[in-house]
């Protein structure tokens, strides 16, 4: 990146330049991977790209504590989820929108993991995941897909896109901590 270039966090308007498309190699491995990953989601409800574990422990940005991103447009799910977490020891901020999401972004510090729905009322989740990972300054925040849409072709398009993890709502609890904690490195 120049000098002098901005970086565009602002989800409310379209990318300056169009994301670029993933390679057929990128496709077809999330295609396999998600043929392998749909079964132990539709059993578990979690399922976490292991091919994108391995850079070890994500360390806590600010303080002692990891800060969880939680973009969930109902309410009530953002308020369970900051629960669940907040048991785990997890501090957590949240956005329902894409003003919301922006807001977020630009103030520090930034998250250590983003918990994105694919569903939101001004948004595709999918879409905001493409914009994460082609902004410099964000791109390497694991991401986990927190979303009602369990099918394969699903799974493929958050794994093609980079999302770390996909988990299923309605979700377990511990199954929700556990990716989480296997996402960042902690277990």
Known sequence: MSVGEELDLD??????????PPSAEQVASARKEASTGGPELAKSGVYIAQA??????????????????????????????????????????????????NIEFNRPPMPDLILLDVTLPDADGFQILERIRGNPRIAKIPVIMLTGKSEEADIA????????????????????????????GLD
């Open 52 to 101: 994108r574990i391995g850079a070890g422990k994500v360390p806590p940005r600010s303080g002692d504590r990891h800060l969880i991103f939680v973009v969930e447009d109902d309410r009530d799910m953002a308020n369970l989820v900051a629960e669940v977490l907040a048991t785990e020891g997890f501090l957590t901020r949240a956005a329902r929108n894409k003003n919301e999401i």
């Open 157 to 184: 398009r958050g794994l093609t896109l980079g999302a770390d993890g996909y988990v299923t709502k309605p979700f377990r609890a511990t199954g929700l901590a556990a990716a989480v904690r296997a996402v960042l």
């Open 11 to 20: 989800f409310t308007r379209p990318p300056k330049r169009p994301p670029t």
